[in-house]
């Protein structure tokens, strides 16, 4: 089959069953708990490395690997794997996004059980000789609101077991089509109507600073007094002071919590709290998903060893240097972009349409389709997207990608287009690169020029044109102290309808924004970090 016996170094524990087909094709050495330098040492002898989290897999590593083809992952995480130098080396990184999907939706729904019915308190209290059963009355699941905020793999797997506890199901994720919703039986609210009518709450949502706590003091201010919180996701979710604040103050009811910012942890201000209930992030810990993951791993390094594509590829293959020349400035582009298009578009997308025309539409743009789905998806999923998934991650969500290219380009030398059609509307964004800067030069119906600059924070808001609205906003601005750096209007005819985009050297608290939203005619105000 091959033209010499490959070889497959493993340097963490790794689930022997799952690693069976592995052997039938390649030597396979198992060699944990190796210090970094005796992985350099002979990792120029292997083809493939596999790990779980022990080992670090450096760019000293990788750079010593002159046979290495693949490097993979057991498990979801790839953080202890150095993938940009695995890019630049030419290596594949793989990992089982999958693995654990079902353990950690059996988890979620073991702390949902166990908090409904006080499980872990009473069995202390027993186990302490006291029988004390009136001090544990719990809720039933079934007719309770389970608020699911992300529905990716894990939170869809989680929605379809909460179904048969006959709970009614509310979902919140942007980025899922509504007949995928449907499907699984949940109705797609947004984030307010969510906080607001669970009686369960649930987060499957990757950490970063879109969604570093995503719970936070603001919105325990709305969920009902008899909520439970669960997270099994990642720790920095939720703001945990003021989760066992509002606990203290029976604002809310309990919660259940798999994951810290910080791990391993033995000191928190959620172990002293009785309605918490911890466990020391066990959402993978089944031999079920450390089976699957070794097994998931194993049979990529097969198909990569036939010269197969990678079902779980997390870094993208070679792209000759000349494509990445070009298109690099415009993948930054993208991103930035998918944030303008992901903040002020409104309702449910249903298909992603990205343009692209003059001097890039003569590439192979697949990467870009790359980074735009990517970028759309970085605040609700902890998936990777790369040339080797797009297509199906956005399959999954039951979202349709359409592309167009065109060779002529009016006014720039490239532009690059997204658009979100959703259940309500279309929107659009677009921009191009000029003298290495980015430029936003249409945002939805509006053509304008704004240059983005790191750190800074933009307002948008749709009005009326008239006389003194600018000024209006100027002096609510002025009178908060927030300076407004650079300004921009857009309009569609005198007097007609019209945008407004301030570029502020700070955030605008919601307070000032609501201020602006009660001038007359102002219709929206949105920020944005870019």
Not at 48 to 54: E, F, P
Not at 317 to 333: C, D, F, G, Q, V
Request: glycine share 8%.
């Amino acid at each position: 089959m091959f033209d010499r016996k490959m070889k497959v170094l493993i340097t963490d524990d790794i689930s022997e069953e799952g690693i069976e087909s592995l052997r039938n094709v390649a030597q396979v050495d198992i060699k944990p708990n190796l210090a970094p330098q005796g992985i350099i040492d002979i990792i120029g002898d292997y083809d493939a490395l596999i790990v779980r989290s022990q080992t670090q897999v450096t760019e000293s590593i990788i750079e010593a690997g002159r046979n290495l083809q693949v490097i993979a992952r057991a498990g979801v995480g790839i953080d202890n794997v150095d993938v940009d130098a695995a890019t630049r080396c030419g290596v594949l990184v793989v990992n089982a996004p999958t693995g654990n999907t079902v353990s950690a939706a059996e988890h979620t729904i073991a702390l949902l059980l166990a908090s409904a019915r006080n499980v872990p308190q009473a069995n202390a209290s027993l186990k302490s000789g006291q029988w004390r059963r009136n001090e544990f009355m719990g809720t039933e699941l079934r007719g309770k609101a389970l608020g699911i905020i992300g529905l990716g793999n894990v939170g869809s797997e989680v929605a379809k077991r909460a179904h048969s506890f006959e709970m009614k199901l509310i979902g919140n994720d942007p980025l899922v089509s509504a007949d995928y919703a449907q499907k699984l039986h949940i109705e797609l609210v947004d984030m307010k109507a969510l906080l607001r009518e669970s009686d369960f709450i649930t987060l499957h949502l990757p950490l970063n600073d879109k969604t570093k706590k995503i719970i936070g003091t603001k919105e325990l201010a709305m969920v009902k007094p008899s909520v439970r919180i669960i997270n099994c996701a990642r720790g920095g979710l939720i703001d945990e002071e003021a989760l066992v604040k509002a606990i203290k103050e029976k604002r809310v009811a309990g919660a259940a919590v798999d994951v810290f910012e910080k791990e391993p942890i033995t000191e928190s201000i959620l172990f002293g709290v009785d309605s918490i209930i911890v466990t020391p992030h066990l959402g993978a810990s089944t031999t079920e998903a450390q089976v699957l993951a070794a097994r998931d791993v194993a049979e990529q390094i097969v198909e990569i060893f036939k010269g197969l594509p990678a079902r779980a590829a997390v870094n993208v293959p070679y792209i000759p240097s000349e494509t990445m020349t070009a298109l690099r400035p415009y993948t930054k582009l993208a991103r930035t972009l998918c944030k303008l298009v992901y903040r002020l578009a409104e309702g449910q997308t249903r298909v992603i349409r990205i343009s692209y025309e003059g001097d890039i539409s003569e590439y192979d743009t697949n990467i870009l389709k790359a980074a735009v789905i990517g970028g759309l998806l970085e605040g609700t999923s902890d998936e990777r997207v790369n040339l080797v998934n797009c297509n199906l991650v956005a399959a999954k969500r039951g979202l349709s990608i359409v592309e167009e290219k065109e060779a002529n380009c009016e006014n720039y030398s490239s532009l690059l287009t997204v658009e979100i059609q959703t259940n309500q509307a279309s929107f659009a964004v677009a921009g191009t690169v000029m003298h290495d800067d980015m430029h936003i030069v249409r945002i939805g119906e509006y053509w304008l020029d704004i240059v983005p600059t790191p750190g800074s924070y933009f307002l948008f808001s749709d009005h009326r044109d008239r006389p003194g609205l600018i000024g209006a906003v100027g002096k609510i601005t002025g009178d908060a102290d927030i300076n407004i750096s650079t300004m921009h209007l857009g309009r569609l005819q005198k007097r007609g309808k019209a945008m407004l985009v301030l570029t502020l050297d700070e955030p605008l608290p919601e307070e000032i924004q609501q201020k602006i939203l009660e001038i007359p005619e102002v219709y929206s105000v949105k920020q944005v970090e870019l």
